[in-house]
């Protein structure tokens, strides 16, 4: 079992920033490739970010490359999502999740991702 709890969500204008943290408890953090996916009122959730186990490779949904980065610690046991030039369209729920993936491999389907957090809410006002 894998726990992730995240925070750092919160309301703030367009053209900020936000970072959010994952922080994870239980198996190997380091075993397990991470993401960020979220969820806007009314829409299916999508994939925002993920990065691989060891941190090395990353890989951005379209909408957010270039404005989010995606990062790890894993002595701390913690990935964040560095968030910038936000936009009304960014606000959602935002989700990290585990994936027992192999070294170097990173996934955006939610299928392969065993664990998942409760959700952060990010509110960006126009």
């Known amino acids: 079992q894998v726990q992730l709890v995240e925070s750092g969500g919160g309301l703030v204008q367009a053209g900020g920033s936000l970072r959010l943290s994952c922080a994870a408890s239980?198996?190997?953090?380091?075993?397990?490739?991470m993401s960020w996916f979220r969820r806007a009122p009314g829409k299916e959730r999508e994939f925002v970010a993920a990065?691989?186990?060891?941190?090395?490779?990353?890989n951005y949904a379209s909408t957010v490359k270039g404005r989010f980065t995606i990062s790890r610690d894993n002595a701390k046991n913690t990935m964040w999502l560095q968030m910038n030039s936000l936009k009304p369209e960014d606000t959602a729920a935002y989700y990290c999740?585990?994936?027992?993936?192999?070294?170097?491999?990173?996934?955006?389907?939610?299928?392969?991702?065993?664990?998942w957090g409760q959700g952060t809410q990010v509110t960006v006002s126009s």
């Open positions: 999740a585990a994936a027992p993936l192999g070294v170097g491999t990173m996934s955006g389907r939610e299928r392969e991702y065993d664990y």
């Open positions: 239980g198996r190997t953090f380091s075993r397990y490739a």
């Open positions: 990065i691989s186990r060891s941190g090395g490779s990353t």
